[in-house]
């Protein structure tokens, strides 16, 4: 079984990446863990992964947002039949399960919302 860690802002559910992971899970069995770095860059949250800082709230959009992503990730892959787990929350949370599930992880997938334009 191939473990895959994919990174998406929690706000846009990337089909393209999900039809990749899809792709890969019909020639060997997949385990999905998902993570949601939302509305910062990349670069953003892995600079301070190791540092101890207070990050600003989010907006009420935003945060109903986050919310409703993990089941909107659970029902997507559920449908697909694909084994998965997802990480969400405010501050460093999402930082230090990305840190710590990256080094089990034999692919990483990031979606292009997370990426700074």
Not at 5 to 18: H, K, R, T, V
Request: hydrophobic share 45%.
């Amino acid at each position: 079984m191939i473990k895959i860690l994919f990174a998406a802002d929690g706000i846009n559910m990337e089909q393209e990446a999900f039809s990749f992971i899809r792709e890969l899970n019909r020639e060997t069995p997949v385990y999905l863990y998902g993570v949601f770095l939302p509305k910062r860059s990349l670069r953003y949250w892995l600079l301070r992964a190791g540092s101890l800082f207070l990050l600003p709230p989010y907006d009420d959009r935003t945060q109903q947002q986050l919310i409703v992503a993990p089941a909107r990730f659970a029902a997507l892959y559920n449908k697909y039949r694909n084994k998965h787990s997802s990480c969400w929350g405010r501050g460093e949370t999402p930082v230090l399960k990305l840190k710590k599930e990256s080094r089990y992880a034999d692919l990483l997938v990031i979606g292009y919302a997370v990426l700074p334009v």
